[in-house]
T-cell receptor, first 109, second 114 residues
Framework: GQNIDQPTEMTATEGAIVQINCTYQ??????LFWYQQHAGEAPTFLSY????GLEEKGRFSSFLSRSKGYSYLLLKELQMKDSASYLCAVMSYNTDKLIFGTGTRLQVF | ETGVTQTPRHLVMGMTNKKSLKCEQH?????MYWYKQSAKKPLELMFVYSLEERVENNSVPSRFSPECPNSSHLFLHLHTLQPEDSALYLCASSQARASNQPQHFGDGTRLSIL
């Protein structure tokens, strides 16, 4: 089966760095996505990793280790507007489905 | 503006009503999706359409009936829903099904069943 785990809630202060972890179990791994979702709004795409390593996009970076079934989203220089839920999602080529975690709600103070 | 528009944004209906949710994408994508998002639960895939053909029905009750008249439009017809169907219903589209291209989501319809 497929399973994705991420923390339910996290808090951080403005200007700080926060790392949101995601562990997954899946057969036929075909990439991992991170989405940001503000309350009452659409999830928006942040990053995609299919090979091991770090992908950097401005203040946001995403890391993947396929052997460990592990990814993290790193947010630097936190701003109040970064308060949102962050969804980890895994694509499986066995099922052709994108499976989502429950999301991590980040509160920036 | 994500390129995916959903209407209505909010819907309150009784269990015996019939209503429809509408989704339109302006991105030229070939795959469209319906998801259900309930509090403290992961996004649940309901239906997938690829090139206007339904390719996935994820064990969804028959009181939910999708329709895809063309590659830009997707509907979800609702009939005799239950209180547990109250949730946020999200539509998404992508270039192709199961691709490495991200899915683009609409803002969703917040559905409340009385």
């Amino acid at each position: 089966g497929q399973n994705i785990d991420q923390p339910t809630e996290m808090t951080a202060t403005e200007g700080a760095i926060v790392q949101i972890n995601c562990t997954y179990q899946t057969s036929g791994f075909n990439g991992l996505f991170w989405y940001q979702q503000h309350a009452g709004e659409a999830p928006t795409f942040l990053s995609y990793n299919v090979l091991d390593g770090l992908e950097e996009k401005g203040r946001f970076s995403s890391f993947l280790s396929r052997s460990k079934g592990y990814s993290y989203l790193l947010l630097k220089e936190l701003q109040m507007k970064d308060s949102a839920s962050y969804l980890c999602a895994v694509m499986s080529y066995n099922t052709d489905k994108l499976i989502f975690g429950t999301g991590t709600r980040l509160q920036v103070f | 503006e994500t390129g995916v528009t959903q209407t209505p944004r909010h819907l309150v209906m009784g269990m015996t009503n019939k209503k429809s949710l509408k989704c339109e994408q302006h991105l030229g994508h070939n795959a469209m999706y319906w998801y259900k998002q309930s509090a403290k639960k992961p996004l649940e895939l309901m239906f997938v359409y690829s090139l206007e053909e339904r390719v996935e029905n994820n064990s969804v009750p028959s009181r939910f009936s999708p329709e895809c008249p063309n590659s830009s439009h997707l509907f979800l017809h609702l009939h005799t829903l239950q209180p547990e169907d109250s949730a946020l219903y999200l539509c998404a589209s992508s270039q192709a099904r199961a691709s490495n291209q991200p899915q683009h989501f609409g803002d969703g319809t917040r559905l409340s069943i009385l």
